[in-house]
């Protein structure tokens, strides 16, 4: 089936015409014009604020003129993963898409169904003339994905809609009314180079699930990162190590699905013996969750420089010592994740190191607590540590209005209960909420699997009953 024949036709149109353009985190300006460009020629007001947010408004329709005005509020920029053998350019390619069942996908890379759904959602109301709702202020946020920078430059007195309706949650049944806030946690050095004083061994790990590092965090997938920090203990304390190159993992808030590192050893046949049995452990520690793990260990030939013995020692220390996944369960709400660390990146590249982390939690003195453990663990490595792109979480308020509304009209619709819920993922809502304290927030979405990874797909029979739903609540927001 093509994907011009999936209902909601109007939604799979308007995903379609973004997905042609690109847009990755930071590089947004076609899409900026893309949107701007929309609103435009639906004669709506349109602007785009000075850090790139693009705001369209629209009047209520007839009859719905004395309920509460809304803000629809969605993400421009999409999470770019590829598998290593697609070639593909993200900032001038349209997403290759396919039909697959009930699902829709990308072909070898992410789909940006994260957060593209919720803004061809937003167009698709936007350019009807048959769908109720109350006056409606359209907020298209931009770099949300690395560091929430759009939210954050969206200045007081610029929306004056009291409810948000955030279109940015991947279950159906879920009704989130909170989120964990993050912070970016850097360690870097710079390191002297020697000649290599042993055999060369390359180790690479891939096939990993990958997925988001918010949502997916609890579920124990692999992480290529700490699974080279693994097996390079192995010969850490007899083998002499030199490392030489490490390339592993990506964006922070993706859990790194593939990676290499290049080495030095005294003896390569005692060190591959060692991690070989390693790699038979972890392959079957990975066998029910991480079917396509692959690990190969294997002699390399190259002529690039390494550091030293004692620097590498401290490097593979540190990868082995610094916290990933699950720090702190909540204790007030359940199976809910309050704090976890993600080691995104390790890059050694002619002596320059650098490990990318990404900590979440829902409670700001956690969160600090996961950060500052980092920190530590990094700084006693010899490494320089950097704090960037702190935002906040977003507090629960179950008893709102529309949460209320929500809730009724769900169980109307399907015979059953949503779940409301908060989520370890981060939303703007948290930090929109900062300026306008007195907006009622709710998020939801339709069903998405394997966001922030190649393994990206949407469920078409998740994007029919969200939309039925969403249609409904715009008309039945509350009076004034």
């Known amino acids: ?26 590089k947004e300006e076609k899409v900026i014009e893309f949107i701007k460009n929309f609103g435009e020629k639906l004669n709506l007001e349109t602007t785009v604020d000075e850090v790139g947010n693009v705001i369209i408004k629209k009047p209520a329709t007839a009859g719905m003129e004395d309920r509460k005005p809304i803000v629809m509020q969605s993400h421009l920029d999409m999470v770019c993963q590829k598998n290593s053998d697609v070639n593909f350019d993200f900032e001038t390619q349209g997403i290759q898409m396919e039909v697959d069942g009930d699902w829709v996908k990308a072909k070898g890379t992410t789909l940006g169904a994260d957060n593209g759904l919720g803004v061809a959602s937003i167009m698709s109301v936007l350019e009807s003339n048959d769908i109720a709702h109350p006056a409606l202020e359209a907020l298209f946020t931009i770099d949300e994905e690395t560091g929430m920078t759009g939210a954050i430059g969206l200045k007081p007195g610029q929306l004056h809609g009291e409810i948000l309706l955030n279109l940015d949650t991947e279950e159906d049944d879920e009704i989130d009314i909170g989120c964990a806030g993050g912070i970016d946690v850097t360690a870097s050095q710079e390191y002297g180079l020697e000649d290599a004083k042993g055999q060369i ?59 290499n590192v290049v080495l030095s050893v005294r003896n390569s046949v005692e060190f591959i013996d060692q ?43 540190a990868l082995k010592a610094a916290h990933n996944g699950v720090y702190r369960m909540s204790p007030d709400v359940k199976d809910l994740v309050e ?36 920190k530590s663990v990094y700084e006693l490595a010899g490494m320089k540590v950097e704090f960037s792109g702190s935002y906040p979480g977003w507090k629960p308020k179950p008893g709102s209005e529309i949460v209320q509304v929500m809730e009724k009209i769900y169980e109307k619709n399907f ?64 009076k004034k």
């Open 1 to 26: 089936m093509e994907l011009s024949q999936l209902e909601p036709q109007i939604i799979w149109k308007n995903f379609a015409a973004l997905n042609s353009v690109p847009r990755p985190s930071k």
């Open 201 to 259: 061994v390359k180790i690479t790990v891939k096939g990993l699930q990958g997925g988001h590092s918010g949502m997916d965090i609890h579920k124990g997938f692999g992480n290529s990162n700490v699974l080279l920090g693994r097996l390079l203990y192995t010969g850490v304390e007899n083998q002499n190590i030199q490392l030489i190159s490490i390339d592993s993992g990506g964006l922070r808030n993706a859990i790194p699905r593939e990676g």
């Open 275 to 317: 991690a070989n049995t390693l790699k038979a452990e972890l392959l079957e520690e990975f066998a029910s969750i991480e079917k396509d793990l692959h690990i190969n260990i294997e002699t390399f030939s190259t002529e690039e420089r390494a550091i030293s013995e004692e620097d590498s020692k401290k490097v593979i220390l």
């Open 339 to 374: 704090t976890s660390n993600n080691i995104a990146r390790v890059e050694l590249k002619n002596g320059k190191l650098q490990i990318l982390n990404l900590s979440r939690s829902s409670v700001d003195s956690s969160k600090a607590a996961v950060a500052e453990q980092l």
């Open 415 to 478: 015979g059953e209960k949503p779940q409301v819920v908060a989520c370890h993922a981060g939303l703007e809502c948290g930090i929109i909420g900062a300026n306008y304290p007195n907006m009622e927030m709710v998020s939801f979405g339709p069903t998405i699997r394997g966001a922030h990874s190649p393994e990206e797909k949407a469920s078409i029979p998740s994007v029919q009953k969200y939309w039925g739903f969403l249609k409904e609540i715009l008309a039945n927001i509350p």
